[in-house]
C-alpha cells in the first residue's frame, strides 16, 4: 500500500500537541472563578488571538428517538456554530424542521463540546434545551451574513432531495432573495439554548504527564434550569 493510504501507519505518524504549533498555557484550578462563564469567555479570546480557524465551531450531541423503541435512544452528533454564551445558556441555531430540531423536540437535551487544539484546551457542556421565541430567533439571523440568510432561507436541511441541481436551485433563489430583502423570514429558523446543569468542565493538557487536568469548580456552578 502506498505511503500515506494506510490509516494505521498514518495515524501513528501524527503528533499530538506539537510544541511547534501548540501553546499550553498554565492553569491554576484555585484561581478559578465560581462561574464557568468568565473562563469560558477568556478562553474563548485567546483560541482567537492563538489563531484557531474556526473557535466558534462546537461539536452538538442529540439523542436520536425513543429509546423505548426499536433503534431508538441512539446519540448523533454534528458540529454547529456557537451564537452566544451568557448567563442564560450556551446558544445555537438551526431549522426545527431538521434532524437535530425533529431530536430536540422528543428529547429537549444536548451536549457540547469545544476543542482548541493550538492551547491544548477543551470545554464540555450539557444540560436541558429550550428554543428562543420566534422574535429572538428570526432577530438572531438577520444579525448574521447575507451568506447565512441564503443559507436559511435555502432549507431543506436533512431532506433527501432528487439531484444536486434542485439545491443548486434553491441556494440561487434563496442568495437572489437575501440580497433583495435582507430582512426575509426564515419561519423555522430556530434559535436554542443550552442550560448546563453542571459546572461545564473547562479542561487543559498537561504536558509532562501526557494526559489533561480538569478547571475544579471551587463551589461549583448550582444546578440551573431553563426559566420558567
Excluded: C, I
Excluded at 7 to 31: G, I, M, N, Q, Y
Excluded at 43 to 56: K, L, Q, R, S, T
Excluded at 131 to 155: F, I, K, R, V, W
Excluded at 181 to 195: D, G, H
Aim: net charge negative.
Amino acid at each position: 500500500m502506498a505511503t500515506g493510504t494506510d490509516l494505521h501507519e498514518l495515524l501513528k505518524s501524527l503528533r499530538v500537541w506539537a510544541p511547534e504549533l501548540t501553546k499550553l498555557p498554565p492553569l491554576d484550578p484555585t484561581a478559578t472563578p465560581d462561574s464557568p462563564l468568565p473562563l469560558f469567555t477568556t478562553w474563548f479570546a485567546e483560541a482567537v488571538a492563538a489563531g484557531e480557524p474556526e473557535p466558534h465551531v462546537m461539536s452538538l450531541a442529540t439523542r436520536d428517538g425513543d429509546p423505548a423503541t426499536e433503534g431508538g435512544g441512539l446519540p448523533d452528533v454534528r458540529m454547529v456554530m456557537l451564537h452566544g454564551a451568557d448567563e442564560e445558556g450556551w446558544s445555537f441555531a438551526t431549522h426545527s424542521t431538521s434532524r437535530k430540531g425533529h431530536q430536540l423536540k422528543g428529547f429537549a437535551y444536548a451536549a457540547l463540546a469545544f476543542y482548541w487544539p493550538r492551547l491544548g484546551r477543551q470545554v464540555r457542556l450539557r444540560g436541558p434545551v429550550l428554543p428562543a421565541t420566534p422574535t429572538e430567533s428570526q432577530t438572531d439571523l438577520h444579525a448574521h451574513s447575507t451568506g447565512a440568510l441564503a443559507a436559511a432561507l435555502t432549507g431543506h436541511q436533512s431532506e433527501v432531495l432528487p439531484s444536486l441541481d434542485e439545491l443548486t436551485q434553491a441556494s440561487e433563489a434563496a442568495w437572489e432573495l437575501a440580497q433583495r430583502e435582507p430582512e426575509t423570514p426564515a419561519p423555522s429558523w430556530t434559535l436554542y439554548r443550552v442550560f448546563p446543569d453542571v459546572a461545564p468542565p473547562l479542561t487543559r493538557a498537561a504536558p509532562a504527564r501526557f494526559r489533561s487536568e480538569r478547571a475544579a469548580r471551587r463551589n461549583g456552578w448550582p444546578g440551573r434550569h431553563p426559566p420558567a
